[in-house]
């Protein structure tokens, strides 16, 4: 945690997020529930006389309004500070960027990444509707994506207050290119004006334009008496069906608009999916079984443009057509990621190897998955539509016997602890990859894979009493007494202050679970870990940390192959709850050992050879009650 700049009521600062002619958004730290922040303020003598009380009570009434609503979709309000010099919005902290910056940078969205944002963003504002509260100033800059994926709305918007961008029309508050008609004709408003501005960043996100743009009484005129360029003559990868929902949703009178975000988000979709039939004809010659894949498979196409005949099915499905027969050797991998050039990179890598699926869309992933196996799952982490850590989680709980690789271009702690605690990974893999390497993971997955594809997930529930128990590494012994309360009934609990004292335990008692409290400098401690999972990965680890070194998580998580990560303080439910996960995991591997092939690991020679390994390595070789793989 940054040092304090200071103080604003309870709420540390700890710097400056963006700043503008009349207010300034600081990062702050809630010191009371160990919480993130932004914290909007506005200081009351910057702002000009005759605007002042007008800014202050909306940003009053915004506060209010917004407060009282909680949804994954929806930026939250916390707090609300006011004195005599100055207001203070307390907000959840969103790391990401927003619509507009994406569209700034020329980023380009597929069909399907466009119908995940807008329905998400539609979901969200419908909830709002549904709970009394009317946006007005829907636009690109107001809509984010989250560094996790997750599409959130935010109402002030990141970077500033600023009334140069934004236009009064009686009490109307608004962006000139995206607000309804009834908003520059000082009319009455309602949810069908924040449909109409959502309709209005659909068309720039499909388009690459704004239906109107020019000076102020431009795009007034052009919005009240006008009607904007059909988007399937501006981008010719679009069907009718999505002219059709925009121009309702764009419509002059509210009356002639889709009344509910919900009834718009439908008929969005079914326009998108109009679109990417266009897109993606039906081969002709193939045989009923492979229609049968193909038919599942449409979902998993990367959007592309300029795709010729000659290679659309190449395209459109993924790898040439197969049949997915159970006894067929050869792999297949399902390679989700939001970049069209990783996804063509991964495939040409792979093709000659394995049956590659490749899709930007982590719910038909997820529907592939529950109808056809896949052997191995690669996931970028930051994506969109869902997130690498949500995709794994849920594919693990569909395919528990796929291999599942987390691939990212970004050291995100928060996403590697996840993929850890919510996804098991086999492996996590940084941006850029050498290929030779990736090469080499896959076929280890693939292989691994294969042999557990038919393997039947034991059913079992922890006894009374186990004789295997756990050890707890740590320089102090809270967390000792604390699992000792959790556990202590169900099985023995010892405690170890450092390595040797851990080496000790673990040859004098069978250990089905090692807790390690780890620090960067612990090297010894790091070499243990990844020393037992090689030896004996039978064996489960659980770490325990304060430290916030994402290089550290890699290694734990691709050589010691750790059941858990949790950061300090604990979590005392969230431990329980891993402790007893660990100790079914234990009685598992027990029952049917197969299953280990997909946890063992190969330690660097770098941390076999060293004097403190060859020590540990002797140690091990003394363990009770364990026997080599």
Known sequence: MNASLGKIGKYEIQGELGSGGMGTVYRGWDPAIN????????????????????????????????????????????????DEHAAYIIMELVHGKTLSQHLAAREKFGLREVAQIITQTLDGIGYAHAQGVIHRDMKSANVMINSDGRVK??????????????????????????????????????????????????YELLTGRKPFVGSLPVIM???????????????????????????KAMAKNPRDRYQSAGELSEAFKAAIHASLMLAEPQPADITPDTAKLLNAARGLKIDSTGVNSANA??????????????????????????????????????????HVFT?????????????????????DQRMPIMTGVELLRRSRQISPHSVRILLTGYSDLAAMVGSINDGEVYRFLNKPWDNQALQTLVGEAATIALELANTKSATLELPEKMQAGVLVVDRDEEVFGVVRELVGGLCPVLYAANTDAALGQLQKHEIALVIA??????????????????????ILSIVTTKAKDAELVIELINQAQVFRILNKPINVALLKEHVHAALHRYLTYVQEPRLLQAHKVEAPERVRTSSAAINILKGLGLLLGHSKP
Do not use: C, W
Request: hydrophobic letters at 35%.
């Open 35 to 82: 919480r993130e922040v932004a914290i909007k303020g506005v200081k009351k003598y910057t702002l000009p006389a005759e605007e002042r009380e007008s800014v202050l009570s909306r940003f009053r009434q915004e506060a209010q309004a917004v407060g009282r609503l909680v949804h994954p979709r929806i930026v939250q309000i916390y707090d609300f500070i006011e």
């Open 153 to 202: 709305i935010n109402d002030f918007g990141i970077a500033h207050i600023d009334t140069s961008t934004l236009t009064k029309v009686g009490d109307l508050i608004g962006t000139p290119s995206y607000m309804s008609p009834e908003q520059f004709t000082s009319q009455e408003v309602d949810g069908t004006s924040d449909l109409y501005s959502i309709g209005v960043i659909a």
């Open 313 to 354: 099915e190449e395209e459109a499905y993924g790898d040439s057509p197969i049949i997915l027969d159970p006894g067929l050797k050869k792999a297949r991998l399902l390679i989700v990621d939001d970049e069209e050039r990783i996804l063509n990179a991964l495939k040409s890598l792979f093709r000659h190897r394995y």
């Open 221 to 247: 005129q052009q919005v009240v008496n006008a009607e904007a360029e059909k988007p399937s003559s501006i981008n010719d990868k679009l069907s009718p069906e999505i002219d059709k929902v925009l121009a």
């Open 359 to 379: 899709t930007t869309d982590g719910n038909k992933a997820l529907d592939f998955l529950t109808r056809y196996q896949m052997h191995v799952i690669i996931s």
């Open 517 to 538: 409290d780890v620090e960067s400098s612990q090297e010894q401690l790091t070499s243990l870990l990844k020393l037992l999972k090689q030896e004996y990965p039978k």
